[in-house]
């Protein structure tokens, strides 16, 4: 049994399953001198620096699943040789970088290395390779990758359901603590080679989605993005997920999250909004998440290929002599060029189904066209995979028997692996590329296509072409590919709709060259010039001015285990003491207290808002002190107001955020002459009646002086647009009358010209002044959006020239998060514990009402 409490579920999985940590062998230094909390010693130990690095080139990190290597063991002398893998990502987005940037890799390696040759080879990799391979135990990467990664998290974020045992793998529990003690270990080794404050790192795809945490954990300020390369399902499909939010948070701790398309982001966006109850904005066209005080970025952009790479293979010898093979091999024929792996998700069954109604509805077609589909090798393992080949190797068989003859093939699968030039040089000679995954992320075979189509100089000679000759290629996507948005020119299809692929193909086929040309065109032009060095230079810049404010406040680590977040915040911003708020209440004599209701002295989980007794001894001990002055400021009406605080006798109302004023119970309820005009709300309250009856879930309140529209209860994005749209309708309509029209959290709100909680605030303060009793004592607590008029209210007023000496003001916000005010509290509870730390500090005497009655018919 174990013996100790774990707050961690990384150090459960770690100790389950013997990972030890990493240990830390590089010093690092602090370079850039920022505000650093006491927390943040805790939570980061940049203290042990001993080296300075102001000399230091730009570091990037690229922390991916497997790193940009080969390797092999050589036969004569036993050793493992390693060489760079020319086609990965990882390897070509350095183009994107200066020359003077050093790139460090953080990954797994494709081959399984013993654990005596371990240390010898992380030598040499980091050596030779500038790369930190992490050796996960043989039995941590099958459950991580073949378990929780390829069987849980790929067919969930392509869509696949685990609706039943022979259909997708339930969740394991044991495999998710298989995938958090792999994205600890990753973390561990980017954390043996960082400089916190001064590289960026930059995580890859959804191997690695919790890995952040672990960096934001033990680095406050670390300069984190993270790309997505496969889909983001909606929220319907990802919601199903057991540890949905474990992850999301995961991602929440980058700065800065990239994703193909829109579509993807917009799913990601909406499953923060429904499962976080996060809102975003475009902040200056970027999408902006606000997070615990900090900002997260949404990039949208689709990665590109590499131009130099691909060319030089078309150049190559082998590729113009493969290339006159294929033409030999296809004379007089239309060659339409598949290239896929053998995934359930690439639709190449539905593919050969399209091509079969193709040749059945164009006889004119058969003996003319061909199919050649090349089948990349299996990136996973399991039925799936088997049924899939099984069901694609039958529909060829059966085209190839139907309509084939001794002669002619209509389908040519090439299942093997197939090289790179003899790819290059299928590409140049296809008519047509046809893509027709159900579900893929990026997926870059069209780009190469394209690029292959437009040819060298080298490829020129190999065809008998002149430099100048037009170039054409067609191409024939799917719609639910992520490259399909930015290729304008081609013909997307839904793969399902086998007729309608069908047509695509023949209209490829038959399209006039003018048109094909121009096609080409348009996406060579888009395709040379987003490569992927453009991507990575777009995604970098922008990580750079996500992460350039993070020295410029103050951090704490809340949370524990994978729900670890970083609250970001001003310096200046601080929690208020008890101990230090009793001493300043102590020494002064004249003090004005202004509280909100709702969220500052009753939760706003709470299902009733009646106040506790507590409540009620607290205030009541607060106002029994001739020294204080005391006001609930509230949006709540009078009726409500009244009832509750009946115990209270000398407590000031301030209800429906100030139209109605009570200095106590025992003088009369003023309302505000600014604005009488109440005619407005016949205008308003049908308009917002029809967005109600349109919006399931939402409902109106109706105040003396005020109408609010909730949709708190609605879902979250349609209650969003409604209240956008309800906001912009009472706006223009509402142009000539004596109201204003605002939108806090989860309502639209229509109230009279002139009303704030703000105006409550400076009326008491400044009838204090003029009796003569100026205040050397303020405290104002409150946890909306309307409270921050009242914090910014009490500093302008108190800068007036009437107050000699500026009093104590303590505003302060519940909940941490960014405010006009210098202190906050984190809930309804600490409030409570504060006044009654007030209230124990008071010294309660006979009031006499007069001594501070406050009229407020001068300032009306």
């Not at 960026?200 to 680095?219: A, E, G, I, N």
């Amino acid at each position: 049994m174990v013996s100790r409490s774990y707050v961690n579920l990384l150090d459960l999985a770690g100790d389950l399953l013997g990972i030890p940590n990493t240990p830390r062998t590089i010093p690092r230094v602090m370079t850039v001198p920022g505000v650093i909390s006491d927390l943040d010693a805790c939570g980061r130990n940049d203290a042990d620096s001993d080296v300075s690095s102001s000399g230091c080139r730009e570091r990037r990190i690229i922390v991916a699943n497997m790193l940009p290597l080969q390797a092999k063991r050589d036969i004569d002398t036993g050793k493992w040789c390693f060489s760079w893998d020319e086609d990965s990502i990882l390897l070509q987005l350095k183009d994107g970088f200066s020359s003077e940037t050093e790139v460090i890799y953080v990954g797994s390696l494709k081959v399984e290395i013993d654990a005596n040759e371990q240390e010898e080879i992380a030598q040499k990799l980091l050596e030779d390779f500038n790369c930190v391979p992490t050796f996960l135990p043989h039995d941590l990467q099958k459950k991580f990758y073949l378990g929780f990664c390829k069987q849980q998290l790929w067919p969930l974020f392509h869509y696949m359901l685990p609706i039943c045992p022979d259909h997708g793998d339930r969740f394991d529990r044991v495999l998710w603590q298989a995938y958090v003690s792999a994205n600890k270990i990753f973390a561990d080794k980017v954390m043996e080679i960082i400089n916190p404050d001064e590289d960026f790192v930059w995580v890859h795809d959804y191997h690695l989605m919790v890995l952040p945490t672990f960096l934001r954990k033990r680095y406050n300020r670390v300069k984190l993005g993270f790309f997505l390369h496969s889909p983001f399902p909606s929220s319907e499909i990802y919601r199903t997920l057991p540890v949905r939010d474990e992850i999301l948070r995961g991602l929440l701790n980058s700065d800065l999250i990239g994703f193909h398309t829109f579509d993807y982001a917009r799913h990601f966006l909406s499953c923060c909004s429904r499962m976080l109850g996060l809102d975003y904005e475009s902040k200056r066209g970027h999408i902006g998440l606000d997070y615990f005080g900090r900002t997260i970025f949404i990039k949208i952009l689709p990665v590109g290929i590499h131009m130099g790479r691909l060319e030089s293979v078309l150049n190559l010898h082998s590729t113009s002599a493969k290339l006159k093979e294929i033409q030999e091999e296809f004379k007089g024929k239309k060659v339409i060029l598949g290239v896929d792996d053998m995934d359930i998700f690439k639709g190449i069954s539905l593919k050969l189904l399209a091509v079969e109604q193709l040749l059945e509805q164009n006889p004119d077609l058969q003996g003319k066209v061909v199919l050649v589909q090349i089948v990349n090798p299996a990136r996973g393992s399991g039925k799936d995979v088997q049924e899939a080949k099984k069901e694609t190797y039958s529909i060829v068989q059966r085209i190839n028997v139907t309509y084939g003859s001794t002669n002619y093939r209509p389908v040519v699968l090439i299942d093997r692996h197939v090289a790179r030039f003899e790819k290059s040089a299928y590409y140049a000679v296809a008519e047509c590329c046809i893509v027709n995954a159900v579900r893929d992320g990026m997926n870059l075979v069209p780009y190469k296509y394209i690029v292959c189509r437009q040819g060298t100089e080298q490829l020129d000679k190999t065809l008998g072409r002149t430099a100048d000759s037009p170039r054409s290629s067609m191409l024939v996507v799917s719609e639910f590919i992520g490259c399909s948005p930015s290729l304008s020119g081609a013909i997307r299809v839904n793969p399902w709709d086998i007729d309608a692929v069908a047509d695509a193909l023949n209209s490829a086929l038959t399209m006039n060259d003018s048109e094909k040309q121009l096609r080409h065109e348009k996406h060579y032009r888009y395709v040379s010039s987003h490569d992927v060095a453009y991507w990575a230079r777009s995604f970098m810049q922008d990580l750079e001015r996500a992460c350039k404010d993070h020295y410029t406040k103050r951090c704490w680590v809340i949370g524990l285990g994978l729900g670890v977040r970083v609250v970001s915040l001003s310096p200046g911003f601080r929690k208020l003491s008890i101990d230090h708020i009793v001493s300043a209440y102590k020494r002064t004599s004249r003090r004005a207290i202004f509280l909100d209701y709702d969220g500052t002295l009753v939760p706003q989980s709470s299902i009733s808002k009646i106040p506790s007794p507590e409540v009620i001894s607290v205030l009541n001990a607060l106002c029994n002190d001739a020294k204080n002055i005391v006001y609930i400021v509230s949006g709540r009406g009078r009726d409500s107001l009244c009832e509750w605080f009946i115990s209270c006798k000398m407590i000031g109302l301030a209800a429906e955020h100030g139209y109605f004023l009570r200095s106590n119970q025992d003088s009369e309820w003023e309302m505000s002459h600014l604005s009488a005009d109440l005619e407005w709300k016949k205008v308003v309250e049908p308009i917002m009646q029809s967005y109600t009856e349109a919006t399931d879930g939402s409902n109106i309140e109706i105040k003396e002086s005020a109408l609010v529209w909730h949709h708190r209860d609605a879902d979250p994005d349609f209650g969003s647009c409604q209240a956008k749209e309800l906001l912009s309708h009472l706006e223009s309509v509402l142009t000539n009358e004596p109201a204003v029209v605002k939108r806090g959290q989860h309502i639209v709100e229509v109230m009279p010209q002139g009303i704030s909680k703000g105006q409550v605030a400076e009326k008491v303060l400044t009838n204090m002044v003029n009796g003569g009793n100026s205040p050397d004592f303020v405290l104002c607590i409150g946890d909306d959006i309307s409270d921050e008029d009242m914090f910014e209210s009490i500093s302008r007023t108190v800068s007036c020239p009437s107050f000699q000496v500026a009093p104590d003001i303590f505003a302060c916000t519940v909940g941490r998060k960014p405010s006009k005010a210098k202190y906050y509290l984190d809930d309804s509870a600490d409030v409570i514990k504060l006044l009654q730390g007030l209230g124990s500090s008071s010294n309660p005497k006979p009031r006499h009402l007069p001594h501070f009655q406050v009229s407020f018919e001068s300032t009306v």
